[in-house]
């Protein structure tokens, strides 16, 4: 059985920090891909972050470059977004996800809440 579950959402002010986890089971951390979508009210889903499992290689929408890092433990099968300087357009439920490529994903978690204050 596949499970993503997110964790670490929460209130934060602008330019404030959060790190969202994601361990996973019933995946494989070799290949395919693993990454983080988010999804605001009224608004369409929007893939943040990714990362190849083969060469590690991650890509980031251009409105958190240099904000956000995703890396990933393989020992633990866990996926982590670091999140910085939080601004309130990051206000959005996160979802980690894996799938064959990047941001086509096959399975996702429940999601998570992130609301920045301003």
């Known amino acids: 059985e596949v499970q993503l579950v997110e964790s670490g959402g929460g209130l934060v002010q602008t330019g404030g920090s959060l790190r969202l986890s994601c361990p996973t089971s019933?995946?494989?951390?070799?290949?395919?891909?693993l990454g983080w979508f988010r999804q605001a009210p009224g608004k369409e889903r929007e893939g943040v972050s990714c990362i190849v499992n083969s060469d590690n290689s991650t890509y980031y929408v251009d409105s958190v470059k240099g904000r956000f890092t995703i890396s990933k433990d393989n020992a633990k099968k866990t996926l982590y977004l670091q999140m910085n300087s939080l601004k309130p357009e990051d206000t959005a439920v996160y979802y980690c996800?894996?799938?064959?490529?990047?941001?086509?994903?096959?399975?996702w978690g429940q999601g998570t809440q992130v609301t920045v204050s301003s």
């Open positions: 996800a894996t799938g064959l490529l990047c941001y086509e994903y096959t399975y």
């Open positions: 019933g995946i494989t951390f070799d290949d395919g891909a």
